[in-house]
């Protein structure tokens, strides 16, 4: 499990529901349509109310840039779509001497497929792709639904109103908020096994919506956790994680965005030689995890990469059963040795049987140089009954690291969140039902009235 460094302040969850309460999205959707509908009657009843909703529900993302975006395709598109749709409209009642009928002929609904395609081609011509879709809609709704219509051109006017109003409704309700005071100041740190997620290792779109949510609001956040980079990559996909990472259980400090290392703590060269000898005398093969020129190398001694399939059961199948999972990864750069790697180690990783790696530890602690290193026991990317020893120098630790980090930060305070109450602040015993983001919510931004100005924003 990840465990992150600190006081232990225990964080209870509670039972799940069996009916969970409804979201922001959905009760900001309630609340658009029901403006749209205000707004409607406050029109004396002109125009549609249908567009005005759809356009609002369309409009209430996640994201307020998501919500700007496509409110202006869903504005744009309607504006083009109404343009060739009054055109195709005057041209018809030109030749039809003032008055199409719904049963129009075949050559009316063969010039409106023209039409479509004039429509789709200027907004290529205009780059404004993304509206394509509205702007048929809108033109099909105009020249089908409304062509017996008194005065169809009232309808082109309402039509753009409606949607328009629909936009202006969801940006409204989407922008207003809880006066919530919000603390940029402190560095948040969380694990990520059992406290982001649970054993199937999928973040929930409720957990990925609120951190980006939180991080574009200004909070310094990052995670601490025993994988390396390449792995939190993958768990974290979607996450804009803006500020450096802690990782490989403390030996790295590694920065998202610019793929770079700022911080590696390595084991000296005749440490790392004793732990490959050590471990060639008890017959096991590993991996020899190394960063060379801002690379993550991973050596492997004692067994062949894409050798002869080894035998079931040994420990060769094991290792080649993590290298399968993680191959794929362009994070990741494997190679065979045959010699003791000891230059740019970070640290040794050998996979097997539960109460092999557990006698395998008690072993190396009976070492004269035991005192020199650090041990680790996983089951994550492990089968049942196999666990993952890790074995680091000394010096690497997520607590000393993450004072490195806060350093780098220029963060006042840290508040980490993990799974063992003697080692965090904040211990969140389930991942389940986003309990990490809900707490993480009360201490970021709690609801204040010196958060005023926080009240309406995007």
Same mark, same amino acid.
């Given at each position: ?14 039972? %799940? ?8 999205? +959905? ?33 209430? %993302?996640? !994201?307020? #840039? ?8 869903? +504005? ?5 779509? /109404? ?16 008055? #199409? ?5 075949? #050559?009316?609904?063969?010039?409106? /497929? ?6 789709? !081609? ?5 780059? +404004? ?8 809609? #809108? ?33 409204? +309700? ?35 919506? %609120?951190?980006?949510?939180?991080? %574009? ?98 420990? &060769? ?6 290298? &399968? ?77 993450? &004072? ?40 970021? &931004? ?13």
């Amino acid at each position: 499990m990840d465990m992150m460094g600190g006081n232990g302040e225990d964080i209870a969850v509670k039972k %799940q529901q069996r009916l969970p309460l409804p979201g922001q999205r +959905i009760l900001r959707s309630v609340l658009a349509a029901l403006l749209c509908m205000v707004i409607y009657f406050a029109r004396g009843r002109r125009g549609t109310p249908f567009y005005s909703i759809i356009a609002a529900l369309q409009c209430i %993302q996640p !994201y307020a #840039v998501n919500m700007l975006k496509v409110g202006r395709n869903r +504005i744009i598109g309607t504006l083009t779509g /109404a343009f060739w749709g009054s055109v195709f409209l005057f041209g018809a009642l030109w030749l039809s001497g003032g008055r #199409v009928e719904y049963d129009t002929s075949l #050559v009316y609904y063969a010039g409106l /497929a023209v039409f479509i395609g004039i429509d789709l !081609y200027s907004t290529v011509l205009l780059r +404004i792709r993304e509206s394509s879709y509205f702007s048929t809609v #809108v033109l099909l709704s105009i020249t089908m639904n409304h062509i017996g219509d008194l005065d169809p051109y009232l309808f082109v006017f309402n039509r753009t109103m409606d949607t328009i109003i629909g936009v202006g409704a969801a940006i409204v +309700i989407n922008s207003l908020h809880l006066p919530r005071d919000r603390d940029c100041e402190t560095l948040f740190v969380s694990g990520v096994d059992h406290v982001l997620f649970r054993e199937d290792r999928h973040l929930s779109p409720f957990t990925r919506v %609120q951190l980006n949510r939180f991080i %574009q609001d200004g909070m310094r956040f990052s995670v601490s956790t025993r994988q390396t980079p390449a792995t939190v990559r993958e768990l974290m996909a979607g996450v804009d994680l803006r500020l450096p990472i802690i990782a490989m259980d403390g030996a790295v400090l590694y920065d998202m965005k610019t793929r770079t290392y700022l911080r590696t703590i390595k084991m000296d060269r005749t440490l790392a030689e004793e732990v490959g000898r050590f471990l060639d005398r008890k017959n096991k093969p590993f991996y020899i995890n190394t960063v060379e020129e801002n690379l993550l190398v991973i050596y492997s001694r004692g067994y062949r990469l894409n050798g002869p399939a080894p035998e079931p059961g040994s420990p &060769e199948e094991a290792m080649r059963v993590l290298y &399968e999972r993680k191959k794929n990864s362009p994070y990741r750069n494997y190679v065979n040795t045959d010699s003791l790697v000891t230059e740019n180690v970070l640290y040794h990783l050998v996979i097997g049987p539960e109460e092999e790696m557990k006698s395998l530890r008690e072993a190396l602690m009976r070492e004269p140089w035991a005192g020199e290193i650090r041990t680790s026991l996983d089951t994550f990317d492990c089968r049942e009954g196999e666990r993952i020893l890790r074995i680091y120098s000394r010096q690497a630790t997520r607590r000393a690291m993450l &004072e490195e980090l806060a350093a780098y930060t220029g963060a006042a305070r840290t508040v980490l969140f993990g799974t063992t109450q003697d080692e965090c602040d904040v211990r969140i015993p389930d991942a389940g039902g986003g309990s990490m983001v809900k707490e993480l919510k009360k201490r970021f &931004e709690p609801v204040s009235l010196k958060g005023w100005r926080h009240i309406l924003r995007l």
